[in-house]
């Protein structure tokens, strides 16, 4: 199998015009495509079921990423798309924790004509099939699916189709609120996103400031940064989903807006390009009590840079900026020497 890729175009949307010139010259050879809907680029592509028509038509299969399934519940679905298989996400769509590896599960659904290839167990056969087992459990992880069985139940046909719209509608109250202070990468024909949509933070590269400082002074305001970085270079995907409420999104705005006044004071001159409050994030409180303080801006307005850190409580980092590419190549082992678990009858080791 080869995975030939697909380009986009400036708006982030699948170029069709690559989609039927590569469907066509590897019709022979063609195997299926990978397609995320709604877009990883917040963006519902209204060229979908094109795409989804021409590979069918080249003789290849559809499979559909089910990240996104929070912006379908109630309104699509991978099946009317044009999908021959989805994999459904249970994290961020049925209630399952997403991040930190896992838990990993993820249910997979597809047209009755795969039945014949969908991996069976040797010892708890599935619909007869023994062979092509690719876990060890035969329908998955028995901790984790009865919780998003017991949320589609309680939540009902109505209760998701609400979830979804809301997914959607605090994505684009988030995305209205930020597009000024800050440039929202993509956006469809409408001006509008789907469930999530991306800032994109290269603009500040210039005067030293990254995505990743964004992210790391987060912390001090009281929140987990977004996914970083990716799927663009230098860009934070802000994704609320259904589950927050109208506090916790202004909040989320709030401490967007703040931190880009901190940039603009770098921009400006008016803070250190090196020893700023987004350089030197996230504060840990050791830094914040230690005895000098060499810097132009206040201890508080490092630690406690919104008025809601004093009603709702501030959780430090125990540690401070670390080198993330330095810690993901090199392994510092902090086990004690192996000398201090073996000694002699005379004390030594």
């Known amino acids: 199998m080869k995975i030939v890729p697909i380009a986009s ?4 949307n699948i170029d069709m015009n690559e989609v039927r010139e590569k ?7 063609l195997s299926c495509v990978m397609i995320t809907y709604p877009s990883t680029h917040g963006v519902f592509e ?5 795409i989804c028509d021409v590979v069918h038509q080249h003789g290849g299969q559809v499979y559909m990423d089910g990240a996104n399934l929070n912006a379908q519940l109630g309104l699509t ?5 044009g999908a021959d298989v989805g994999h459904l996400n249970l994290h961020k769509t049925f209630a399952i924790p997403h991040g930190g590896g896992g838990p990993g599960v993820g249910s997979i659904g597809y047209r009755k004509h795969l039945a014949p290839f969908v991996p069976g167990h040797c010892e708890v056969p599935i619909e007869g099939r023994k062979s092509g ?11 984790v699916l009865p ?23 605090n994505a684009n109250y988030m995305c209205n609120k930020l597009d000024g202070p800050y440039k929202v990468k993509f956006r469809g024909k409408q001006g509008r996103c789907a469930h999530e949509f991306i800032l994109d933070c290269n603009e500040f590269k210039e005067y030293g400031i990254t995505e990743e400082d964004i992210a790391k002074r987060l912390i001090d305001y009281g929140f987990h940064a977004p996914t ?8 934070l995907m802000i994704e609320p989903t259904e589950s927050e409420d109208m506090f916790e999104l202004d909040r989320f705005i709030d401490a967007m807006v703040s931190i880009r006044q901190e940039i603009q004071d770098v921009i400006d001159g008016k803070a250190d390009k090196d020893k700023n409050m987004l350089k030197l994030a996230p504060f840990t409180l050791k830094h914040l009590m230690q005895d000098e303080w060499p810097y132009k801006f206040t201890r508080e307005q490092a630690g406690y840079p919104a008025p809601w850190l004093y009603e709702l409580g501030k959780v430090f980092p125990y540690v401070g900026r670390i080198d993330n590419v330095y810690g993901d190549r090199n392994l510092v082992c902090a086990c004690p020497p192996l000398s201090a678990h073996f000694h002699s009858s005379e004390g030594k080791a």
């Open 9 to 12: 175009t400036d708006d982030g």
């Open 23 to 29: 469907a066509a010259h590897y019709a022979d050879v």
């Open 46 to 50: 209204e060229d979908v079921k094109e």
């Open 77 to 81: 679905s991978p099946g009317f798309i």
């Open 133 to 143: 087992a690719v876990a060890g459990a035969p329908f998955g992880n028995a901790g």
């Open 147 to 169: 919780i998003s069985y017991a949320f589609i139940k309680m939540m009902g046909a109505d209760g998701l189709l609400k979830a979804a719209q809301q997914a959607i509608l």
């Open 228 to 235: 970083m970085s990716w799927p663009v270079v230098g860009g």
